[in-house]
């Protein structure tokens, strides 16, 4: 990529922060014209399609890239963030695989176990979500784990027994303690 490709990209990304999608896309058009063989390009031109809901367009935007790039994380992120919010779960659960085997993180472990959660595949969810916490103990986790076990309850699927992590355990107990507060304060 020549200097000049890369103040364009970085324009266009600049646009697509400030949810200027046309004017994103154009940029990344420009790029296009000259060198159609960028795949950082084709991803972000994808983003600015999904970002006009040009939900086709975006998928083809990121194949694109993933021909000329077929380990490019950020848009396989993106190639299963748009199937899965089109409801096509099986096919972003295979994205999702493969984001996984060539090195994805914490955040997509999270991100496959809301496709397998919504799959009704609820004892891998749970296995996902422990894995991603393992790696990123944040509360929202916490949560998920607990709506992934209520809905297995609710389906009389049998909850493996797994403790959080110490830091987990007593953030969670501080934070139902000034919830209790809070409630007690609005009751007066």
């Known amino acids: 990529m020549n200097n000049k490709e890369k103040v364009l990209l970085h324009k266009g990304i600049d646009k697509v922060k400030q949810k200027k999608f046309e004017e994103a896309l154009e940029t990344f058009e420009q790029v296009l014209a000259m060198n159609q063989e960028i795949p950082e390009i084709w991803n972000n031109h994808g983003v600015a399609l999904y970002g006009l809901r040009r939900f086709e367009e975006a998928m083809q935007s990121y194949d694109r890239c993933l021909d000329i790039d077929p380990d490019n994380l950020d848009a396989l992120r993106n190639k299963g963030f748009l199937l899965r919010n089109q409801k096509r779960l099986e096919e972003a659960l295979v994205v999702y695989d493969s984001v996984l085997q060539k090195g994805g993180d914490a955040y997509d472990m999270e991100s496959t176990a809301a496709v397998l959660t919504a799959l009704g595949r609820l004892e891998e969810a749970l296995s996902c979500l422990y894995l991603a916490r393992e790696a ?23 909850v493996p027994q797994e403790r959080a992590p110490p830091e987990m355990a007593l953030q969670r107990a501080i934070q139902r303690d000034l919830q209790g507060k809070s409630d007690q304060e609005e009751n007066r």
Do not use: F
């Open 136 to 158: 990123m103990p944040l509360m929202r986790l916490e949560d998920e784990i607990e709506m992934v076990k209520n809905l297995m309850e609710q389906r009389g699927i049998p």
